[in-house]
């Protein structure tokens, strides 16, 4: 192992960029006290210490991958790593972090650090002239921190860390604009649901403290092997498997736990790029490839995974063709497009999983940043119906998003088209019940393209139903349309990365990340669990049958929606329920409502009212009754008449000495 | 004189001279309070940078002899001393003394004198309970503690402060009755007040004396923690405390229950508490769901991190029952995590209280906009309070739960639900008070907290961090004594074992002899 002391500064060079812009945001508001023409003030100064930051990180990231691309094999296995920090001393083990840069987290913090930054440029112009600008970039950077901290962490309980300090940054950007209520109320809602995937989490890191006495997540990969010939075991282990997976399941907007990622958007355009669609709803996806060994040992789980990403993508994407708020449409799309990665994990394809979460971050933080650019431009519309025609208005944002459009409806040679076809590729060639998760994926990926050539028809092209007088749209500065390029190139050449084994026979992603995945691999050929793969002519055909639906359904989805939104309209006289149905992603929302907060409200006030209020305090307040009546009564009895008493003390000698003779 | 004795009747000393004092010159009282709890504090604080934590033996300890026991031979002393079980709360108790009586500057405006006498007195109360090392000392102490809060609640409290002074009274009075009962007890079956000998020679006694004895005790400082079903009084003393009151009752008045739980239920009579390890777990794991459910429905904002407390308490019962080292380290911590996280928080409302006069969550809403430095400080203490990690709550709160798992993995899970809720009321009375549109003219013109105000929960906030940060600093000093606990419970549970042994292996033995008997 390859000691790289200097891996400590990519979570802290952030965390520190975080604590500066804090002081900034807090000067701001003491100068706006005095002076509250002052605008950004000293605020100002936060946007140029978070990209410094930013960049400061990306590079030793960088550095870092470089020192790891040095090593030979199992060098890479083991990885590059920091020296310890001796956490917690829980008594019979201790939990010691240290950063660890193998081929898998090397690709997370190049995606995260690299796309990170751009958002932060981005975010500039973006966020020029609110109030808070310092602040949201403290928030942005400590998300930064918090998410290296979870991809770099060697064991379970720092990446909870990060995971839970990612949740915070989520609910404190979603609630950035906090005095308009929803979305504070939002932000809360992120949080709570993450927590109920955080107490899954915890269980499960519990459980595997029980087998393998370690939370080092190599460690715990090793040792699965060994485990694999013991049935109970291996029921604990399913356990955990299964109990962590609730935890991504949360982070990652799976079902049944995504209701909060569509709300999520009441945040800054940027902040849904960055974490709702490019870095942090991707870690549960990141944590179950990091703990690839054991979910290999697990089938049923894994099946288990492959049916909630399936029926995760179906909803996602049936969901976003009934919005009409741009942002609505993404984030259903990540909603969707997060449950092809988990199809992609059931299968054990693990690094065709990642392939996509990269190829995702590039074309949806893309799209992301477009719909901000748009947003921004039509001064805070996201009403699709209210926009068209703006193709003239931002020709720069229109381009770099036709071709994020076209990665994720999957277009021939787009980053998308190669990464989602290795999914459902993969799924194809698992067989059995995989087949039925196969053609869901692949309907999905229809509606994909046909929502995804809608939202542009219907926001770029057709004619302007704005407020023509009032409403100027205008390209965005260069601070934001920069980043857009960048994005755009790496959306449509990203496929480069990994391209299909038959055509290049050596995908580059797939060889990087074989030292991490070949234990899960082994687990895998020891279950006897590895399919023959399927012949090249299967595959070349699959390829082609995703080509021919993503252009077919892309055309359809563009052509009817040119005109403007009418089709919706007419869709809506003819099936109002179906409509209602979608619109409100299948009413998930509502069965939330039902099943869970208003019992948990019920049983509140029953405990309170109830068995508080009225069993335990009417307990209490009524011995304390008793008590007064009894000595209210007993005190008429101190009459001072000295025979009074005498008769009352022979009574008691009377039944004392009854007593005595009884007992 | 040593150290332990000046420490603690140090601010008895503080006392004498208030008393003295003409009851007009409030500043110079005020002066004379703090300065009396500021060298405590230092004096505490110097004595816990050199204690010794690798050390399981009583540190710092004197001995004196005090009285003899009328009618016995057993001789009474005065002996303090301080281990790993008990350092961090003297720590603890020294640091916040100082920080609540500046609190006091902003609502303690009648009868100022008679105030900081007790206030003090408590103090001595509160030291004198955790360093005690004679059971009938620790007796004294402990009620010595408890009046000045009567006083407290009863002058200087809220609206309805008689009905939480008494309902407070009769709930101390039962616990200490109680308590009283089973310290003559074990009193009289070992013929010594000597704590030290006692956590031997109670484990000796006979079985069926060892059991209601430990439950004696297990009640008297269950209901002073408290746990389910005792916890009502706590919501009703919570809320008409005064702020310092309230914080003191939350940073170290409830400690004493579970130090208590810990020294003598746990430390005294092992083999029982393993015998009901399920019981008390239960009643942990329950109370922290309870509490979070309770604290939901609450539409008084210090009412909600009242019956919070109860939700953490259980926590930190349910760890020490889990009698692991994993889970006792764990629930030591939480005592201090949760009275630096609950007691920021109790600040916190009394500062929004002295600028608004209410406490109905309904009445605030947007005040981040207005006070965005009291905004600042209320996020970190309750997420302090939540556990995110980072901040204390979440090492304590992790560690108890991994202990917890470990002796039953069903308490576990229920307790873990536990950061599903506490994260629903503590967000959203956040969200209620701090977020949303600003819809009432009184919250637009609040001033934000102030320099005094500040300064005083820096020492808290900073402990916070502190303790998330580099916990070990802390865990360090539970080493010596947790580990001998802990293998004082080992044995415990070989001897139960072979106690069971024997009731089982027993009977067929019998058995056979009274079928030889009758073949004879």
Aim: charged fraction near 10%; charge should be negative; proline fraction near 4%.
């Amino acid at each position: 192992m390859k000691d790289y002391n200097l891996l400590w500064l990519m979570p802290l060079l952030p965390f520190l960029g975080s604590i500066l812009c804090g002081a900034l945001h807090f000067a701001t508001l003491s100068a706006r006290k005095k002076n509250p023409e002052i605008g950004h003030g000293p605020g100002a100064l936060a946007a140029p210490v978070a990209i410094a930051a930013m960049i400061g990180s990306f590079a030793v990231a960088v550095t870092a991958w470089l020192n790891l691309k040095g090593l030979d094999e199992v060098g890479r296995a083991m990885g590059v790593e920091s020296s310890p920090w001796h956490w917690i001393d829980l008594g019979p083990f201790s939990v010691d972090l240290s950063m660890v840069v193998d081929p898998l987290s090397a690709v997370m913090i190049l995606v995260i650090t690299g796309v990170g930054a751009l958002i932060h440029i981005y975010s500039a112009g973006y966020i020029k002239g609110d109030p808070g600008f310092a602040k949201f970039f403290a928030y942005l950077n400590l998300f930064v921190a918090m998410m290296l901290m979870l991809v770099l962490s060697s064991n379970l309980v720092g990446l909870f860390v990060g995971w839970e300090g990612v949740g915070l940054c989520s609910y404190l950007l979603i609630g950035f604009w906090y005095d308009k209520g929803w979305p504070a109320e939002a932000g809360q809602k992120a949080f709570v649901v993450n927590r109920i995937g955080d107490a899954c989490f915890l269980i499960g890191a519990f459980l595997l403290i029980r087998l393998f006495g370690t939370l080092d997540t190599s460690e715990i990969g090793a040792a699965v092997i060994g485990m694999l010939d013991d049935p109970a075991k291996l029921k604990d282990l399913g356990l955990a498997a299964l109990l962590m997976f609730g935890g991504a399941c949360g982070k990652s907007a799976q079902f049944p736990l995504m209701v909060w990622l569509p709300d999520a958007m009441a945040g800054p355009t940027p902040v849904s790029a960055l974490i709702h669609a490019a870095t942090m709803v991707t870690a549960g996806v990141y944590l179950i490839a990091r703990m690839n060994p054991v979910y290999a040992a697990c089938p049923d789980v894994l099946f288990l995974i492959g049916c909630v990403g399936a029926l995760t993508a179906f909803i996602g994407a049936t969901s976003a063709i009934r919005q009409t708020d741009i942002k609505k449409v993404l984030a259903y799309s990540t909603v969707s497009q997060l449950g092809y990665m988990f199809l992609g994990l059931s299968t054990g394809a693990w690094a065709a999983a990642v392939f996509h979460l990269v190829t995702h971050a590039f074309f949806k933080g893309l799209l992301f940043l477009g719909s901000g650019s748009v947003i921004h431009g039509m001064h805070h519309e996201q009403n699709m119906y209210k926009m068209g025609g703006l193709k003239r208005h931002m020709p720069k944002t229109f381009l770099t998003f036709m071709v994020g459009a076209a990665a994720l409806s999957g277009l021939p040679l787009m980053s998308g088209f190669f990464s989602k076809d290795e999914i459902l590729f993969m799924t194809y060639s698992h067989g059995g019940g995989y087949i039925a998760l196969w053609i869901v994926g692949l309907i999905s990926a229809a509606l994909t393209a046909f929502y995804t050539w809608r939202m542009v028809a219907l926001t770029f092209f057709g004619e302007e139903r704005f407020d023509v007088d009032h409403v100027h749209p205008h390209e965005s500065p260069s601070t934001m349309t920069i980043p857009l390029i960048l994005l755009a190139v790496a959306a449509a050449i990203g496929g480069l990365l990994n391209l299909p084994a038959v055509m290049t026979g050596h995908p580059i992603l797939h060889g990087w990340l074989e030292p991490v995945t070949e234990v899960g691999q082994e687990v895998l050929v020891k279950l006897h669990l590895v399919h023959e793969h399927a012949s090249h002519g299967v595959e070349w055909g699959l390829l082609a049958l995703g080509s021919v639906i993503a252009l077919v359904f892309s055309y359809l989805g563009f052509r009817r929606y040119l005109k403007g939104p009418e089709p919706d309209m007419s869709f809506a006289r003819r099936a109002p329920g179906l409509t209602g149905f979608l619109g409100a992603a299948w009413r998930l929302d509502g069965l939330f409502e039902v099943f869970i907060l208003i019992p948990v409200r019920l049983l509140s006030e029953f405990i309170s009212a109830i068995i508080d209020k009225l069993f335990i305090d009417g307990a209490v307040n009524g011995a304390a009754s008793i008590a007064k009546l009894v000595g209210d009564d007993t005190r008429k009895m101190t009459t001072g008449s000295v025979k009074s008493y005498a008769v009352w003390m022979g009574f008691g000698a009377a039944g004392l000495s009854l007593l005595l003779i009884w007992i | 004189m040593d150290s332990l004795t000046v420490l603690t009747f140090l601010p008895l000393i503080g006392a004498i001279l208030v008393m003295a004092m003409p009851a007009a010159q409030t500043k110079a009282i005020r002066l004379v309070a703090l300065a009396t709890t500021v060298v405590t504090g230092l004096l505490g604080l110097s004595i816990y940078m050199g204690f010794d934590g690798a050390s399981a033996a009583m540190q710092n300890t004197c001995d004196a002899a005090w009285f003899t026991l009328p009618g016995t031979a057993i001789d009474v002393h005065f002996r303090l001393g301080m281990d790993g079980i008990s350092v961090l709360m003297v720590a603890l108790t020294s640091i916040l003394m100082p920080i609540v009586i500046l609190s006091t500057y902003g609502h303690i405006h009648t009868r100022v004198k008679e105030f900081f006498v007790w206030m003090l007195i408590m103090e001595t109360g509160m030291l004198g309970v955790f360093l005690s090392m004679d059971i009938i000392l620790f007796y004294v102490f402990w009620e010595v503690s408890l009046v000045p809060l009567y006083f407290l609640v009863g002058i200087w409290g809220g609206d309805q402060r008689i009905y939480a002074t008494v309902k407070f009274f009769l709930y101390t009075v039962a616990g200490s009755l109680v308590m009283l009962v089973g310290i003559i007890a074990l009193i009289l079956a070992t013929q010594t007040t000597n704590m030290e000998s006692l956590m031997t020679l109670a484990g000796e006694l006979p079985v069926a004396d060892q059991g209601w004895m430990f439950f004696a005790f297990a009640l008297a400082f269950c209901i002073k923690v408290p746990v389910l079903p005792f916890h009502t009084w706590l919501a009703d003393a919570h809320t008409q405390a005064p702020t310092s009151g309230s914080v003191l009752l939350a940073g170290v008045l409830l400690k004493m229950g579970t130090y208590g739980l810990i020294r003598f239920a746990i430390g005294m009579f092992p083999m029982m508490a393993l015998q009901n390890q399920g019981l008390f777990m239960g009643i942990g794991a329950i109370g922290i769901v309870y509490g979070a459910f309770l604290a939901m429905a609450q539409t008084d904002i210090k009412r909600l991190i009242a019956c919070s407390s109860v939700s953490h308490l259980g926590f930190v019962v349910m760890g020490m029952f889990a009698l692991n080292e994993i889970g006792l380290r764990g629930s030591i911590l939480q005592m201090v995590n949760h009275g630096l996280s609950t007691g920021l928080l109790f600040l916190l409302v009394g500062m929004v209280y002295e600028r608004r006069h209410t406490r109905v969550i309904a009445e605030f809403g947007g005040i981040a906009a207005s006070m965005p430095i009291f905004a600042f400080f209320f996020i970190i203490s309750m997420l302090s309070s939540v556990g995110l990690p980072g901040l204390n709550g979440f090492v304590g709160e992790f560690m108890i739960l991994a202990g917890s798992f470990e002796a039953s993995p069903l308490w576990a899970s229920i307790g873990v639900t536990g950061v599903i809720f506490g994260a629903i009321y503590l967000l959203s009375a956040t969200r209620r008070m701090l977020f949303g549109p600003l819809t009432r003219d009184e919250n637009r013109n609040l001033t934000d907290i102030n320099v005094r105000e500040i300064g005083l929960m820096l020492p808290m906030v900073f402990l916070c961090f502190w303790m998330g940060v580099q916990p070990n600093v802390f865990l360090g000093d539970l080493d010596g004594s947790v580990d001998a606990l802990v293998g004082r419970i080992e044995e415990a549970n070989i001897k139960l074992k072979a106690l069971e042994g024997e009731a089982t292996a027993a009977l067929p033995v019998l058995t056979d002899e009274n079928l030889t008997e009758v073949s004879r």
